[in-house]
Structures are given as structure tokens and as C-alpha cells.
């Protein structure tokens, strides 16, 4: 094998990428064997030697090339950071002879020159990192701003940075120090730019007593900012307090929800979250709103509406206000209660897990009325089923009809059921054909009194479907038959 050409850049920037290509042709009178052989491209101060080079690349090739053939590749390496001056680019052929049949090795290896220019370095250095004043306990959780400024000299774009906060025995972070918190970002900052960030700090349930909180920014060191790399941190000592003297106790002041709700149309519910303790109440807490046959919840027949975390921070006596936004689910019409719970997971530890629920009432949840001959046209998606409902008398077939606009290929399914709310697991009826947008179930022989039709979309589209439903109650008859 013999390197014929190595071409790059004549020039390029310290910490750049850079592509270099080269052709390989085999001059020897019997094909390469099958088998694989690597290549690798160095940076070198001597175009000779290797020796003291940087290793920029070590592709692999492999296969058969026939005498007299070539093949060719492109590689894309990295050019080291704060490098500058006259260097070399060296590319070996097998260098770990793996091809034994090859024994001219003195065209093996090529080089070719290259001018490396410095790339004036930033340099990262955090400005700000608002910590709470106010007591501190061990397990609890809270977000700290932050904002840090590129001094310069050089630019940053599109550097995946990450920033953390540390606790730490010593006024540094070492391999016995505890990461708090991290965030990750791409980052684009111009000299004397500064971005503003936070993070979600979480103490841990055993510290106790004063410790260094220690903030960073690049703890990975994604940025070249030599010499600059020792301002990149920012520490405080702070009083953290046990946990056990945490005296949070959050409860649901108020709830308010509608008084009807129909399965399949998004609806929102109001609540007041209230800290009735004596410490603050910061961190994620999970709430969700349950409907139950029973005031009380009883974690065995309730269904779930909806839940949301979201972050908090409720100072003692204080109430703060939210809103939960969901989709009502199928469930069989009837009353049911409305049961609002708070912080389901524990995640923010209270005094008191037994006050945390809160009943609203009675509502009535029932399906849209499908009326027998009226095209019905609703807007739908994944995860987004439409209900209806239809009143026959006994003796004929029912026949539903769904029709979509959408022109690409898809699946809806149609489900039906008797006196109840269909599932997908649990119905009387389906749709009568396989794959498909436009499908039709058909009810044979009614029974007289009130059918239940779920429209259940299995294909996501850029826009939402826009879908007819049409529900026929029939004669016996034939619709459709297939020799």
C-alpha cells in the first residue's frame, strides 16, 4: 500500500476541526488480503517523526483492494487547544503491520505542513450565585440562580456547558465533596456576554452543620480557558440545620373544579396550597386530582384526572394558587367525588402527610350525546380519545362512521359497548376493518337503551385530526360483500 495524496488546510485555528483526506492505492502485485488494517493521522513539530506527536485520528479500513487500485477517505480531527506555529500532519498506513504481505513500508507514511494559529481562549467566570440566607434544612430542595460572564479574550459558541453546586468539607471541591445540583446548556457568549441560569439544589437528609457551598461553572472543562481555568468557581460556608427540626406542613386550602365534566374534553381545576408549619416548604411536590366513588381516597378504585410536579416555595402561614389542566378520562357516567391531593410523593417532607387531601364535591361526569343521523365533528390526537354516547331501540344494527382528514396513512379504532364505557380491552364491538383513518363498527341486532363509542387515535400527525362521526341505527341489511 502506498499513500498518493494527503491533502488539508494549509491553515487552521487551535481547538478547530479540520478534515483531511487522502487516497491509499495498493502497487503490489496481488490484491490486500480480507481482512482490516488502520490508519492514523498525527500532529507533529518534526514531519519525520512521530515522536512526541499528538494523535489525531486512528480510522480503520478493511475489505480487499485489487493491485492497481485506490481507495479513498476523509477523516475529521481536532486541532489541540492552545497551540500556535509551524506543524505537520503525519498519516501512517498499517503502522501496526497487520498487512504482513506489505513489505515496502517506506510509502506507508506521508506528511504535509500545516500553520497552526491560536484561538484566543475565553474565560468563564461565575458573577453572581444567590444562595439563601435564611436557614437551611438538610433534604430540602430549592433552585439557586446564578449568572456567569465570559471575560475574554476569546469567544464561545456553542459549547455544551455544565455548571454545578457542591457540598463540601473544604473550600474546594475534591473527590469527598457532594454534588447538589447540575445544569446543562449550550452555550454562545460573546466577550463580556453573561448568561443567567439555575439549579435545583438538593440537600441532602444527613447534612448537618456548617459546610463550603461551592459553585462552578464548566465542571467538565468542555471550555479552553487556559490560563484562566482557577476563577471558575465561587464558595460560601453555610449553616445547614438538621432535618428532623423541619416543621413544613403543607395542606390544600381551597379546590374548585366543575360541576360537570364530559370524558374526552380538557378541563382545568383550581386549588390553594397552604404551609400551615413553621419552616418554609420549598421544592418539587407532585399534586393530583383523583375522581372516587368514596370523599376519602382510598388508593384502590379512584381514577386518576391528572397530576403535575412543580417546584414551590411557600413561606410559613403563607398560600400560593394553582392551576391543574387535564383531559377528562372514561369513566361510566355517574357522580363522582372530586379529590385533590398534595405532594403524593413525599418529595418535600412534612410534619403531617395526613392532612394533604382535600375533597371539592360531587361532579357529574357523563359522555357527549351522539344524536342518530348528525354528522359530529371534534378535533383529536394521541392520547386524546373522543367519547360519545347513543340512545337505539331494540332490534336494528347500529352502524358508526368515522371519516378523517387527514390524507396520509394512519390508525383510528372505534370501540363500543353497551351500558358501560368501552376500552381497548374491555368493549363489546370494534371497528370492522384492519389498518385505516376512515373505519366503521357496526352493532348488530340493539338492544334497547344507551351505547358508548370511543374513538381511540393510534397515529400522530403534525395537525391534529380533525374527525366526522356519524352513528345510523338500521334496518337489518347487507352494507357491503366481497365475492
Excluded: C
Aim: proline share 6%; hydrophobic share 35%; no cysteine.
Amino acid at each position: 500500500l502506498e499513500i498518493t495524496s494527503l491533502n488539508a488546510a494549509l491553515s487552521a485555528a487551535s481547538g478547530s476541526s479540520l478534515q483531511v483526506s487522502y487516497t491509499v492505492r495498493n502497487n503490489g502485485p496481488n490484491p490486500s488480503s480480507n481482512t482490516w488494517w488502520n490508519e492514523r493521522v498525527y500532529l507533529s513539530n518534526n514531519p519525520n517523526s512521530i515522536v512526541g506527536a499528538t494523535l489525531l485520528s486512528s480510522p480503520t479500513s478493511s475489505g480487499v483492494v485489487a493491485n492497481g487500485n485506490s481507495y479513498n477517505k476523509t477523516v475529521s480531527v481536532t486541532i489541540p487547544n492552545g497551540i500556535s506555529g509551524s506543524y505537520f500532519l503525519i498519516l501512517q498506513v498499517d503502522p501496526t503491520l497487520h498487512l504482513t504481505a506489505d513489505t515496502t513500508r517506506a510509502n506507508n507514511q506521508e506528511f504535509r505542513a500545516i500553520q497552526i494559529n491560536l484561538t484566543p481562549p475565553p474565560d468563564l467566570e461565575p458573577v453572581s450565585f444567590a444562595f439563601p440566607t435564611g436557614l437551611v434544612y438538610g433534604s430540602q430542595q430549592f433552585y439557586v440562580p446564578y449568572t456567569v460572564t465570559n471575560n475574554g479574550p476569546g469567544v464561545i459558541s456553542g459549547a455544551n456547558v455544565t455548571d454545578g453546586v457542591y457540598l463540601s468539607n473544604q473550600p474546594s471541591i475534591t473527590n469527598t465533596s457532594t454534588s447538589l445540583g447540575t445544569r446543562q446548556r449550550t452555550r454562545t457568549l460573546a466577550v463580556g456576554a453573561s448568561y443567567s441560569d439555575s439549579i435545583l439544589v438538593s440537600i441532602p437528609a444527613w447534612a448537618t452543620g456548617n459546610y463550603f457551598i461551592i459553585f462552578k461553572t464548566d465542571v467538565l472543562d468542555v471550555v479552553y480557558e487556559v490560563p484562566n481555568e482557577g476563577n471558575n468557581t465561587f464558595s460560601l460556608v453555610k449553616f445547614i440545620s438538621p432535618a428532623s427540626l423541619l416543621n413544613t406542613d403543607l395542606v390544600i386550602a381551597s379546590v374548585s373544579a366543575p360541576d360537570s365534566m364530559l370524558m374526552g374534553k380538557p378541563y382545568q381545576v383550581q386549588y390553594q396550597l397552604a404551609n400551615v408549619g413553621s419552616t418554609r416548604a420549598t421544592g418539587f411536590t407532585r399534586d393530583a386530582v383523583f375522581f372516587g366513588k368514596q370523599p376519602t381516597y382510598t388508593a384502590t378504585s379512584e381514577v386518576l384526572f391528572e397530576q403535575i410536579n412543580r417546584n414551590i416555595n411557600i413561606q410559613p402561614g403563607d398560600t400560593a394558587s394553582f392551576v391543574l389542566n387535564g383531559r377528562m378520562p372514561g369513566l361510566n357516567p355517574n357522580n363522582y367525588f372530586v379529590i385533590m391531593r398534595a405532594n403524593i410523593r413525599a418529595s418535600i417532607p412534612e410534619i403531617n402527610m395526613n392532612n394533604n387531601d382535600l375533597t371539592a364535591g360531587l361532579i357529574n361526569i357523563d359522555a357527549t350525546e351522539l344524536t342518530l343521523e348528525v354528522l359530529d365533528s371534534n378535533i383529536t390526537d394521541v392520547n386524546e380519545p373522543v367519547y360519545y354516547k347513543v340512545t337505539v331501540g331494540a332490534g336494528n344494527d347500529l352502524l358508526v362512521t368515522l371519516t378523517s382528514n387527514q390524507a396520509a396513512s394512519g390508525f383510528n379504532e372505534i370501540f363500543v359497548a353497551y351500558n358501560r364505557v368501552p376500552t381497548p380491552a374491555n368493549h363489546d364491538f370494534a371497528q370492522a376493518t384492519g389498518f385505516g383513518l376512515n373505519q366503521i363498527a357496526l352493532v348488530p341486532n340493539t338492544i334497547a337503551g344507551t351505547y358508548y363509542i370511543m374513538i381511540n387515535p393510534q397515529t400522530q400527525f403534525g395537525n391534529k385530526q380533525r374527525i366526522g362521526v356519524v352513528a345510523q341505527s338500521l334496518p337489518y341489511q347487507i352494507i357491503s360483500s366481497t365475492p
